[in-house]
């Protein structure tokens, strides 16, 4: 079974900044689009971000000029850096790995609350 392994969440105040990693056992070779998602607390999955196999990247509105993704050397591990972060960006955020051959693998999720 192909594994996704998050980490990096946490709490924080409104304009901190987290980190989060993902790691998969998905060979390299076989990945197409790496994923974050959010469920919110009103139970909302919103796509965040993405980084296709090519490099391109897309962000929710929200999320530009503040959330960052990247997956050095093409490698096995995509990261998801948030800056200015807002109360709004409170949620569970998921890991995916989508195959050459459009099988999607999820993490298990790491909480993100933004709070004062």
């Known amino acids: 079974q192909v594994q996704v392994a998050e980490s990096g969440g946490g709490l924080v105040q409104p304009g901190g900044s987290l980190r989060l990693s993902c790691t998969t056992s998905?060979?390299?070779?076989?990945?197409?689009?790496m994923r974050w998602y959010r469920r919110t607390p009103g139970n909302q999955r919103d796509l965040v971000a993405s980084?296709?196999?090519?490099?391109?990247?897309d962000y929710v509105d929200s999320g530009k000029g503040r959330f960052t993704i990247s997956r050095p050397g093409a490698g096995d591990t995509v990261y998801l850096q948030m800056d200015s972060l807002k109360p709004d960006d409170t949620g569970v955020y998921y890991c995916?790995?989508?195959?050459?051959?459009?099988?999607?693998?999820w993490g298990q999720g790491t909480q993100v609350t933004v709070s004062s």
């Open positions: 995916t790995v989508s195959s050459i051959v459009d099988e999607t693998h």
């Open positions: 980084i296709s196999r090519n490099g391109a990247v």
């Open positions: 998905l060979g390299v070779s076989f990945i197409d689009l």
